[in-house]
């Protein structure tokens, strides 16, 4: 077996990438340099596609001019943006684990921040929230016109449950700032006609700010993850749940995984992508997790099973 995982962007319009022509693509065998295919089949033969188009990547990840409509403080350096932006943006953001890379117009690139998308408002509007603690989102304060570069969709790991998932009962279990990734798995899990149940852990900010963009059949528990952890395994085993997933630090994955595993093994798991992002296309390295066998994995583009990557 060689060292492929599924890429969140394999068959779109931006595969093949830049790591097609290094040899390093997320996804084939043969585009990291070996004899023979084991891709596992993502849907589309990369290779194939990479000679279709003459040995060219594919044109990257644009970025648009974004408007701040609304910068609201909803705590102590936690803040909440309205952005407004460009309608074939909003079309591509509307899907489970979307983010962007955003910027204040006049820095320089090394600025962009990734931000995960919180929820999308018509044709032309988005919201994020985010905490102000580093010179990236300091810079964000004040800023009016924005650079917003995407579409990015590897904002949660273990995406493709969602799709197998119907008819079901369906836990969240978010901390903190962790909220900014559930809207749209949640509407999406109630499309497929899911029960959801949400435990909301405040953490350190007393904010509950997901609820305001949340509703149809949710039954929300709001509580302590690690004082209630009884609680949390009592709801999985009682309500026969199918999909759990963590939205919250690394920390929080580790410890509901942990739960999980010591009830019920056989069971989906989701969790938030908390990989350091720079690029967004597995370029800088920055976001390399090695896993199992000492393996190299970019976190920005690759599908990983949460159950591989905590314990």
Not at 18 to 44: F, K, R
Not at 187 to 215: C, H, P, Q, V, W
Request: with cysteine.
């Amino acid at each position: 077996m060689y060292n492929t995982f599924k890429c969140i962007d394999a068959g779109s319009e931006y595969c093949p990438c830049n790591l097609a022509e290094t040899m390093d693509c997320v996804s084939c065998s043969q585009l990291q340099g070996n004899n023979t295919c084991d891709c596992s089949w993502n849907g589309v033969c990369i290779l194939n596609e990479f000679y279709m188009n003459n040995k060219n990547v594919k044109s990257g990840r644009k970025t648009y001019r974004g408007d701040v409509v609304l910068n609201k403080e909803l705590d102590s350096n936690i803040f909440m943006l309205k952005i407004k932006t460009d309608r074939k943006l909003i079309k591509q953001l509307n899907r489970s684990g979307s983010y962007v890379l955003l910027k204040e117009i006049d820095k320089e690139y090394f600025f962009n921040v990734p931000m995960s998308v919180l929820d999308l408002e018509g044709d032309e509007y988005f919201y994020i929230v985010y905490k102000n603690k580093g010179s990236k989102t300091k810079s964000l304060e004040k800023a009016s016109i924005l650079d917003i570069k995407g579409p990015y969709w590897n904002g949660i790991q273990g995406i493709n449950y969602l799709k197998e998932v119907n008819n079901s009962n369906c836990l969240i279990v978010t901390r903190g700032i962790g909220q900014s990734s559930i809207v749209l798995p949640i509407r999406e899990m109630i499309r497929n006609n899911n029960k959801i149940f949400l435990f909301l852990d405040s953490g350190n900010t007393n904010l509950d700010y997901a609820l305001d963009f949340l509703n149809g059949d949710l039954t929300v528990i709001k509580g302590d993850l690690y004082k209630d952890s009884e609680k949390i395994q009592e709801l999985i085993i009682n309500n026969n749940i199918k999909l759990v997933f963590s939205s919250g630090s690394d920390l929080v994955h580790n410890h509901i995984i942990k739960l999980i595993k010591d009830v019920k093994e056989n069971i989906y798991c989701m969790t938030s992508n908390n990989s350091t992002i720079c690029c967004s296309e597995g370029v800088c390295g920055s976001c390399i997790k090695r896993i199992e066998t000492n393996k190299k994995v970019r976190m920005c583009k690759s599908q990983v099973n949460p159950k591989k990557l905590f314990s």
